[in-house]
């Protein structure tokens, strides 16, 4: 069965700063992976999908990369605000999709 | 943007009562899922449709869960009889087909069985 993990689980910055998700997953035969933002007591908002073909996509101050020889994906957010303050969840999709438990992110004023 | 709708947003019960939820996917996504979310956790499968049809309900508790989506379209998840334990956020998502397109959430109805 397909494990992904995110470490940290929970992360601090202040505002301005560039940061790094990580997300691992054990099975390299995936077809895509998804980046999601939720907020609290919200449901899952898409933010990013990388297809297996792909090395990394790119939408605004978000960028996601993919490595599936290593097993890993990182969401990298430039110029951190206060509003990107959520957690951030990756997903992997195989035969389904796989979540982890999340990366919860506060930026500081 | 389509978005994906249910309701209700909040529902309290007490255990041993019966509880159902709405989804109404986006126009023209024909897989739909339902998601349980225990609070810090990710969120689980617990049965995905592909039009009116199971794909698969390997997680569904069935001696106490059933899921229909009779005309394709929108679906309803039940839960009877509740028990403690099911409190937690339940999440529907559709995608326009199985898997290769990304997954979109509504926001989920959160259960608190008393």
């Known amino acids: 069965k397909q494990e992904v993990t995110q470490i940290p689980a929970a992360l601090s910055v202040p505002e301005g700063e560039n940061l790094v998700l990580n997300c691992s997953f054990t099975?390299?035969?995936?077809?895509?992976l998804q980046w999601f933002r939720q907020d609290p007591g919200k449901g899952l908002t898409s933010l990013l999908l990388i297809q297996s073909s792909q090395r990394e996509q790119t939408s605004g101050r978000l960028n996601a990369s993919l490595d599936k020889s290593s097993g890993r994906s990182t969401l990298y957010i430039a110029a951190s605000q206060p509003g990107d303050s959520a957690t951030y969840l990756c997903a992997a999709y195989g035969n389904q999709f796989y979540f982890g438990t999340g990366t919860s992110l506060t930026v500081i004023p | 943007e389509a978005e994906v709708a249910q309701s209700p947003r909040y529902k309290i019960t007490e255990k041993s009562q019966a509880v159902a939820f709405w989804c109404d996917p986006i126009s023209g996504h024909a897989t739909l899922y339902w998601y349980r979310q225990i609070l810090g956790q990710g969120p689980e499968l617990l049965v995905q449709f592909q039009d009116e049809s199971v794909v698969d309900d390997s997680q569904l508790p069935k001696d106490r869960f059933s899921a229909e989506r009779l005309k394709g379209v929108d679906s309803t998840l039940k839960i009877q009889p509740a028990e403690l334990g099911d409190s937690a956020m339940y999440l529907c998502a559709s995608t326009r087909k199985s898997g290769n397109s990304p997954l979109h959430f509504g926001n989920g109805t959160r259960l608190t069985v008393t």
């Open positions: 099975d390299s035969a995936i077809y895509n």
